[in-house]
């Protein structure tokens, strides 16, 4: 318990995060579609640009992960999650200010300029910072509870969004987006490193001690220059997934769940919008079912001090592998059974498959977790991300096409939810995959690319950078 009350400040800062980013989602849609075909069910436009949005923002992050992930590793995840937590405000506030058709574009521009530098990114950096600060043996348990803030983030978000006006909205997620970048800064603290300083340096210069001198005895700078040399290749990436087989079977399932994810993402609200007429507060109810039933698999009855999620209670009885596999099976079978929706009570109905559908994620990242050391956490999860990120490129060019077709007037055959179901099939790949994760908790040492110093450094300076 004194573990996990560290992380006290990081788990109020992902929770005023997330609650500013939720807050929004229901209203989304309803601006697009009134911003570009107002008066209408139905509107390829508003499903080709979100699709369009989120495969550019996903060509980011695939870039963008593994190198924030890597520099925190090097600089500290304060000093990393400023950035995300501060830009964020910027959409928000385009939308707090006006909704009309010009704000609209601008909001679509910065909105994807600046997720493709940030999404994600906050939730790479705080599963990161857990790792940093609990013990192995209480990292599922650490994972479940801050998947169990962004839960709760999500009902409060949720409900803010049903009983608030579009334009409060986003005026008030605005505000709590700042509120939260001055937290983060005030009260979150990095861990200290092994020599007792803390995990941070300075990102545009690296300063060799005086120990290793160098020449006449003054200290050699290293630019920033020598620091993008450590930045992560796609060899390192490579190299990462080639050190344990269970990382890469973990990846491969994070690919395939992120497909499924992205497609409905950029897919199931314009299926409701046109199946069953959805609106902000339909949306913003559903949300707050799915959002209920995610905290319900986190938070349970306390039985002790120490079991205060549901993971913790099953994990000592349940693999996390066969927890990851239950979670992707039930997650199919939801949306296929979405994708045959006869009434609109349905969506409401399986939104209950939530509660066993959370647990894929923390399970994922503790599972890759646990097969590299405590100091390249940031490494490992910045690679799962940027993994999930190229899903998330691929399903909007797969699937909004798709949706858009058979929302049409004229669809190849009567089947709306077509491109669901094929959502489904990704899922259940994903499922397929999870099987074979075999139990491999042994660490495995990140190969990483030399770094070439300076003439003027000397080798034994350049064996104290490696």
Known sequence: MEELAELGHLFMTVFLSTLS?????????????EALC???????????????????????TVVMMPLIGNL????????LLTFPITISIIPLATLAYSRSTEFFYAYYILRTLTAMLSEGSTNCLALAYVADNISESKRTSAFGILAGVGSAAFVFGTLAARFLSTALAFQVAAVLSMVAAVYMR????????????????PILKQIVS???????????????????????????????????????????????????EGGLQAAMMYYLKARFQFSKNQYA?????????????????????????????????????KLLSLGLLVGCANTVVLSVAWSNWVPYATAVFTVVVVLVTP????????????????????????IGSIGSIISPLLFSPLTAMFLSEKPPFDFPGFSILCIGFMTMIAFIQSLMITADHHHHQIPTHKIDCSDRLEASSCDHLR
């Open 38 to 60: 107002p008066g209408v069910d139905e509107c390829s436009l508003a499903i080709y640009l979100s699709g369009f949005q989120q495969a550019v923002i996903g060509v980011g």
């Open 210 to 260: 005086n120990d290793d001198e160098v020449g006449d005895g003054e200290s050699c700078v290293l630019t920033n220059k020598v620091a993008f040399k450590a930045f992560p290749s796609v060899g390192d990436l490579v190299s990462l997934l080639r050190t344990s087989v269970t990382f890469s079977q973990a990846a491969i399932v994070t690919f395939f769940n992120s497909l499924a």
């Open 285 to 321: 109810d559903l949300m707050l079912i799915v959002g209920l039933a995610g905290m319900l698999s986190q938070v349970s009855i306390m039985v002790t001090p120490q079991q205060l999620v549901l993971m913790p209670l099953l994990a000592p009885f349940v693999a996390e592998q």
């Open 72 to 79: 925190s590793d090097r600089y500290g995840r304060k000093a």
């Open 363 to 386: 399970c994922l990242r503790s599972i890759a977790s646990k097969q590299v050391g405590s100091s390249e956490q940031g490494k490992a999860q910045g690679c799962l991300s940027g």
């Open 186 to 201: 005030v009260f979150l603290k990095d861990k200290l490193s092994e020599t007792g300083h803390l995990l941070a340096q």
């Open 21 to 33: 980013a939720i807050m929004v989602v229901p209203a989304i849609t309803d601006v697009t579609m």
